[in-house]
Each structure stands twice: as C-alpha cells, then as structure tokens.
C-alpha cells in the first residue's frame, strides 16, 4: 500500500510533465507530421516566457505575484535597444538589461518586502508606469538612438555586431536553439537553487508560513525583496533575448499579457499561487505547453482571437484542480 501511495504521489507532484505530453500528443496528431525542426522551435518560442515564468514561479512561491513583468519588459528591451544603438556593444547591452531589470525588481520588491504593500497593487501601479516609461520615451529620444523608428525601438542592423547579436537570438547548436539552451540552462540553476540551497529553503519557509519563517530567524522582508530583484534579474535577460530574437521593441506591444503567461507557465508547472509549493522544473514545461497549445491553434486553422480564451480557460482549470483535488482528497481519506 505504502508504494502505492508513493507512486500516487510522484504522480502528482510531476503532473505537469503528462498534462505537457497530453498537450503534445494532441500537437502531433493535429499536425501533418512532427519535424525536428519544429520540435526545437518549441523551445525558441519557449525561451521568454520560460525565463520570466521561472521569476514569476519564485515570486509566487513566495505568497507573492508581480503584474508588472510584461511591461518590464517592453522598458527593459526599448532601453537595451538604445544602449546597443549608442556603443554597438553586445556586452554592455546585456549588463545594462541585467542591471535595468534587477533595479525594476527592486523598486517592486522594497514597496511589498518594506513597506508592506499588497504585491498586487505596487506591481499593478508599476505595470502601468514601466509601460507608460517605454511608450513616452520612444517618442522624445532622437531617432538616431531609436535605430530610424518613431514609435518603435528598433536595432540598428548596420553596427559591425550585429550579426552576432543576431544569430544569438535565432541561431543553433546542431539542432537546438541557442535561446532554448539558456532556458534550459536558467532552469537547471534555479532548480537547484530551490531545492539545494539554504535560499531555496527560505522561500518555501516563507510561501509556506510567513510569521512562522519570521520567528525561525528568517528575514522576511530582505528575502522578499531578493525574489522580486531576481525576477527583474530574469526579465533583463529575456529582454536581451527578445531584441536579439526580433531586432526591435514595440513599446505598445511588447510584452503585453506576457505577466499572465507567465503566471500561467508557473501554474500550469505546478506552482502553487497560495505559496511554498511546487518546483520551478515545472515551469519549463509549463512554458513549453503554452507554446504547443499556441501551434495546436494555428494547425486547427482556429481564429488567433481566441487564443488567449483557450488559455483562460485552461489556466482556470488548473487553478481549480489545485484549489479543489487536495479537498477532493481529503474528503475520500476520510471515506
């Protein structure tokens, strides 16, 4: 009976993987035919939205959500496209996005770690301030910085490292995107760090009861704070990745519903919105399954409109098998 309990229960704890390969099935049975090629893209189209659902998991494992992540990420990008414009340096493009994101991270994380506002408020309010940055600075900066655009924060393609930049963001490793190798790499880091560390401990410490981690000697608020500054940490590289990916940044658009994709990713992995469960591995595969439901729409020839319908639907879902299964089996252990 006990090992079937355990099987039981290693069931539930990687569901994601099957709901992931449930997904995928119906892909290739609604597909004309899986390639290699296709398969990879999986993970190209994966890399942003896996990277920023990895954020979005540590935050929520902490109790806590962050609504501004889709407009950092339009202000992240717009800004690291004018540094890249100004030094034609790759490198420091990338430290700048880092720095920039962490520093968004950390403006989010001192209101709710220290001032105690409610998560949802701040990042709301920064939601619209970050968006608001990108929008109005693309209109006053000089079109030289711009790269030619005026409502578009666009790579000058004419600097000598641009190519470079432009097969990081859309070139491979054999076969594998060089993109879903990041995405894969960031999540084996910070699976580990959950998992095997004395930080990872504190944060589902904290998920789990924030007064009883208080009173165990853990900051509170100073972890907070580092979880949000992590998240913007991971929004400045998906930032970097999206303007080598597409050599631009619509400040309109960029990033727009990304915060609710990538709250999905988490929760489709396995992450629990109420804090201290689940494992950030399964935002991978979260990530991954909203890519493959994207494909499955565009194979089915469905109107693109209702896409994002699909998705709520689909987020609800699990968000009520989340809330509702352990009540489920409660209610049968006691039969």
């Not at 890399?47 to 109790?63: K, R, S």
């Not at 519903?257 to 979260?286: H, P, Q, T």
């Not at 729409?297 to 639907?313: E, F, R, T, Y």
């Amino acid at each position: 009976m006990s090992s079937r309990n355990s099987f039981t229960k290693s069931i539930g704890e990687y569901s994601y993987v099957f709901v992931f390969l449930a997904i995928f099935a119906i892909f290739a049975f609604v597909s004309n035919g899986l390639t290699t090629n296709g398969v990879m893209n999986i993970f190209r189209h994966s890399a942003v939205i896996g990277i920023m659902g990895i954020g979005m998991g540590l935050v929520c494992l902490v109790g806590e959500i962050d609504l501004s992540v889709g407009s950092m990420l339009a202000m992240v990008s717009g800004f690291s496209v004018c540094i890249y414009n100004l030094t034609g340096s790759i490198i420091l493009t990338l430290i700048f996005a880092l720095l920039f994101g962490a520093l968004c991270g950390l403006i989010n994380g001192f209101f709710v770690g220290y001032v105690k506002m409610p998560a949802f408020i701040v990042t709301l309010a920064t939601m619209l301030i970050y968006r608001s940055f990108a929008q109005y600075f693309c209109q006053v900066f000089p079109k030289t910085i711009l790269g030619g655009g005026s409502s578009v924060y666009r790579i000058n393609s004419k600097l000598e490292s641009y190519r470079s930049l432009y097969n990081f963001g859309n070139g491979k490793i054999s076969v594998v995107p060089i993109v879903g190798i990041v995405l894969i790499l960031i999540v084996i880091l910070f699976t580990y760090i959950t998992t095997s560390t004395k930080f990872g401990k504190k944060i589902y410490a904290i998920g789990s009861n924030r007064k009883g981690a208080g009173m165990a000697g853990i900051n509170t608020e100073l972890t907070t704070v580092k979880i949000f500054v992590i998240c913007g940490f991971l929004v400045g590289i998906s930032s970097f990745m999206w303007i080598a990916m597409n050599a631009s940044s619509d400040p309109a658009t960029t990033g727009k519903s990304y915060e609710m994709y990538a709250i999905a990713s988490a929760v489709l992995g396995g992450i629990s919105m109420s804090g201290g469960k689940g494992k950030n591995l399964g935002v991978l595969f979260g990530a991954m399954s909203y890519t493959v439901i994207d494909k499955i729409i565009v194979a089915l020839k469905m109107d693109s409109l209702i896409n994002d319908a699909i998705k709520g639907i689909i987020l609800i879902l699990v968000i009520a098998i989340q809330i509702l299964g352990p009540q489920l089996k409660n209610k049968l252990g006691r039969n």
